[in-house]
C-alpha cells in the first residue's frame, strides 16, 4: 500500500541531513566531477513538505551515470529507471512510494538543473509566493491523500508558474 500524502512543518534538520548525505554522496563518487545541490520543498526555510529529501547532482555526461549505480547502492540508493524522463536520472533511499531520500541526476546545467534552482530560489526569495505553495500542498494532500503521483501532477501547473515568473524576474534584471 501507498504511503499516505503528508505534509510536515517545515524541519530545520532537513538541511543538516541534507548536508550529512551530500558529503556521503561526494565521497562514495569522489573520482567524478559532481555538484550537489539541495532542492524541493524540504530545501526552502520555512516550508512545509513531505519528509523526504530530494537531492539533485550535476554531471557533465549523463551516461556516466551507470558507474554511479553500484557505489550509491553503498550508502542505501537504489537506481530506478524512468523512461518517461530521459533527462534525468533517479535514485531512491528507502522503500518503494515511502523512500526517505531522492535523488536526481542531470546533466550539469541544463534546462532542467536550472529549473530546480530557479524554483528554489524563487520561493526563498518570495515568502507570498511560497505561502501559496504551502496551502495549494495542503489542500492537494488532503484530495490525493493515498495517490501521490495525483499530487505531484496536481502541482506541476504551479510549479512551471513560479518557474515562469523567476525567469522574468531574472530577464527584466
Known sequence: ???????ENYNP????????????????LKNYP???????????????A????DIMAGV????EVEKFIEPLKTIGYEFVPHKEFPERRFFRKGQWRAGTHHLHI????????????????????????????????QNLAQE???DRVG???????????????AKKEINSM
Open 1 to 7: 500500500m501507498e504511503k499516505p500524502v503528508t505534509i
Open 13 to 28: 534538520n532537513w538541511v543538516t541531513e541534507f548536508e550529512q548525505e551530500k558529503v556521503k554522496i561526494k565521497e562514495i
Open 34 to 48: 559532481i555538484c550537489v545541490e539541495h532542492i524541493g520543498s524540504t530545501s526552502v526555510k520555512d516550508l512545509g
Open 50 to 53: 513531505k519528509p523526504i529529501l
Open 60 to 63: 557533465q555526461h549523463l551516461v
Open 106 to 137: 542531470y546533466k550539469f546545467e541544463s534546462e532542467e538543473w536550472a529549473n530546480h534552482i530557479l524554483f528554489r530560489d524563487y520561493l526563498s526569495a518570495h515568502p507570498d509566493v511560497c505561502k501559496q505553495y504551502q496551502q495549494l500542498k
Open 144 to 146: 490525493y491523500h493515498v
Open 151 to 165: 499530487y505531484t501532477k496536481a502541482k506541476a501547473p504551479f510549479i512551471r508558474y513560479v518557474i515562469e515568473e
